[in-house]
T-cell receptor
Framework: QQQVKQSPQSLIVQKGGISIINCAYENTAFDYFPWYQQFPGKGPALLIAIRPDVSEKKEGRFTISFNKSAKQFSLHIMDSQPGDSATYFCAAAGSTGNQFYFGTGTSLTVIP | GAVVSQHPSRVICKSGTSVKIECRSLDFQATTMFWYRQFPKKSLMLMATSNEGSKATYEQGVEKDKFLINHASLTLSTLTVTSAHPEDSSFYIC?????????FGPGTRLTVT
């Protein structure tokens, strides 16, 4: 059973546009929601994370929007750049932090 | 952010041999580390949770006798792929948790010929 559902599977965005990736979860015990960025042949790197006590978190061009009632959260990449082309994974974790559930990943391509 | 290293980054071995992959947390102590396997263009598949000083916890379907995990210290966990076969070829990634955040190593590309 997929604990975290991620969409779309792939995304193509024009340079300067907004990239939006969505995730949904079922378990209301989750209280930590990170996003990871992975380039080919590299390990995932933590990009930005949010806890359910806030509805939005922004770091530079990256923003997480969180809807607790809908059990959904999304990553917005503003002014997308070719260097943002990578695979993005959302995840959810519970209070112990010892069990992370990952989405299936979104392959983002930003075209010049 | 915290730094996690893996060694080697890439290894090619013959079928039937064993390969050891090391995962180190460089600037923090990690009582728990995780081992993942990733197939091309696929998500991360958790193989096992490595606990310092105790036995690893394996996910369903992962052969514990084939994928030996040792977490001998607070900064080192090792994954040994025993009697490797071509189907074990994959990208193996470790991670460690610090302050609720999970930090990944750069991954190890294993190719079994």
């Amino acid at each position: 059973q997929q604990q975290v559902k991620q969409s779309p599977q792939s995304l193509i965005v024009q340079k300067g546009g907004i990239s939006i990736i969505n995730c949904a979860y079922e378990n209301t015990a989750f209280d930590y929601f990170p996003w990871y960025q992975q380039f080919p042949g590299k390990g995932p790197a933590l990009l930005i994370a949010i806890r359910p006590d806030v509805s939005e978190k922004k770091e530079g061009r990256f923003t997480i929007s969180f809807n607790k009632s809908a059990k959904q959260f999304s990553l917005h990449i503003m002014d997308s750049q070719p260097g943002d082309s990578a695979t993005y994974f959302c995840a959810a974790a519970g209070s112990t932090g010892n069990q992370f559930y990952f989405g299936t990943g979104t392959s983002l391509t930003v075209i010049p | 952010g915290a730094v996690v290293s893996q060694h080697p980054s890439r290894v090619i071995c013959k079928s039937g041999t064993s390969v050891k992959i090391e995962c180190r947390s460089l600037d923090f102590q990690a009582t728990t580390m995780f081992w993942y396997r990733q197939f091309p263009k696929k998500s991360l598949m958790l193989m096992a949770t490595s606990n310092e000083g105790s036995k690893a916890t394996y996910e369903q379907g992962v052969e514990k006798d084939k994928f030996l995990i040792n977490h001998a210290s607070l900064t080192l966990s090792t994954l040994t792929v025993t009697s490797a076969h071509p189907e074990d070829s994959s990208f193996y990634i470790c991670s460690a948790t610090r302050n609720y955040e999970q930090y990944f190593g750069p991954g190890t590309r294993l190719t079994v010929t």
